[in-house]
């Protein structure tokens, strides 16, 4: 089946630095991904709809200078978090489909705390 | 009003029992719908694509009312190892993304 890698799975950084996570589709072209934060007992929200080679659309009330979204190729996208601060801590997950519609796959995701 | 929502529980039942889990949602122009299920701290997985005519894989019934723009899980013999939280997701189409529900905690006692 279809395998979305994501890393890393967890990381820990002091605010003001810059986190880069890494989605790749092992086995398929995804010409869409999308990234997805989710907070403690809550639902997967949608930040960002990325497809290959195009600039990234956000959703509303995500800041897009603040979340960097580049998918330069068909089985990589990746999300920059920029000048980190403690409320950016979340768990961030991709998720990458090859036909939009039928059949999305998850990343492990990326707990991310900021100190 | 939410564009999918979930009753968010938590379903306290007992070994074998049987449950089901509703979700309605907004967009009647939606295309797909699935359940997803995740535990705790890891990522959604796939569990089963929803279809019209409703579908079966093994204990889970998946149904489909597009008039009433609802959609059902029912789990049979529930295992402990359903324990889990189950998202009710709809693909929305033209707008091209997937909308998940708040999802629905399960907990199946011994």
């Known amino acids: 089946g279809a395998v979305v890698s994501q890393h890393p799975s967890r990381v820990i950084c002091k605010s003001g630095t810059s986190v880069k996570i890494e989605c790749r589709s092992l086995?398929?072209?995804?010409?869409?991904m999308f990234w997805y934060r989710q907070f403690p007992k809550k639902s997967l929200m949608l930040m960002a709809t990325?497809?290959?080679?195009?600039?990234?659309?956000?959703e509303q009330g995500v800041e897009k200078d603040k979340f960097l979204i580049n998918h330069a190729s068909l089985t990589l996208s990746t999300l920059t978090v920029t000048s980190a601060h403690p409320e950016d801590s979340s768990f961030y997950i991709c998720?990458?489909?090859?036909?939009?519609?039928?059949?999305?796959?998850f990343g492990s995701g990326t707990r991310l705390t900021v100190v | 009003r939410k564009e999918v929502e979930q009753d968010p529980g938590p379903f306290n039942v007992p070994e074998g029992a049987t449950v089901a889990f509703n979700c309605t949602y907004s967009?009647?122009?939606?295309?797909?719908f699935f359940w997803y299920r995740q535990d705790c701290r890891k990522e959604p997985k796939l569990l089963m694509s929803?279809?019209?005519s409703g579908n079966e894989d093994g204990r889970f019934t998946a149904q489909l009312n597009r008039a009433s723009q609802y959609i059902s899980l029912l789990i049979r013999d529930s295992k402990l190892s359903d324990s889990a939280t189950y998202l009710c997701?709809?693909?929305?189409?033209?707008?091209?993304?997937?909308?998940f529900g708040t999802g629905t905690l399960l907990a199946v006692q011994p």
């Open positions: 929803v279809y019209s």
């Open positions: 967009n009647s122009a939606s295309q797909s």
């Open positions: 990325s497809n290959e080679g195009s600039k990234a659309t956000y």
């Open positions: 086995d398929f072209q995804a010409t869409t």
């Open positions: 997701v709809v693909y929305g189409g033209a707008t091209n993304k997937l909308i």
């Open positions: 998720s990458a489909t090859e036909s939009p519609g039928y059949g999305y796959t």
